[in-house]
């Protein structure tokens, strides 16, 4: 398994952005396909983004699609989810997670490894 820590989180008014990094340990990162979810307050976990191993393939839930990007470095064991046009509804813990099968999941049951999360707050 790897090891996953989230940073970038913070306030940010409506319309704004923000940069969220997720850094892993361990020498198989690039053999995972990696994705964020989110957990508003009172609600359940739900898939944000996702991206293959190699970084050629993403796919996104429809309610951030054209506005938020999810890369990969494998070099430096680092996935990006860069968020634009920030709405309130955003507002959530953000996490990280690997799924060392590859299946392409968008569920959270299929991941192996998860980070600590980090808070998003978006101001109206």
């Known amino acids: 398994q790897v090891q996953l820590v989230e940073s970038g989180g913070g306030l940010v008014q409506a319309g704004g952005s923000l940069r969220l990094s997720c850094a892993a340990s361990?020498?198989?990162?690039?053999?995972?396909?990696m994705a964020w979810f989110r957990q508003a307050p009172g609600k359940e976990r739900v898939f944000v983004a996702i991206?293959?191993?190699?970084?050629?393939?993403?796919s996104y839930a429809d309610s951030v699609k054209g506005r938020f990007t999810i890369s990969r470095d494998n070099a430096k064991n680092t996935v990006i989810l860069q968020m634009n046009s920030l709405k309130p509804e955003d507002t959530a813990v953000y996490y990280c997670?690997?799924?060392?099968?590859?299946?392409?999941?968008?569920?959270?049951?299929?991941?192996?490894?998860w980070g600590q999360g980090t808070q998003v707050t978006v101001s109206s």
């Open positions: 997670a690997a799924d060392r099968r590859r299946s392409g999941s968008k569920v959270e049951e299929a991941y192996d490894s």
């Open positions: 361990g020498r198989t990162f690039s053999s995972y396909a």
């Open positions: 991206i293959n191993w190699s970084g050629s393939s993403t």
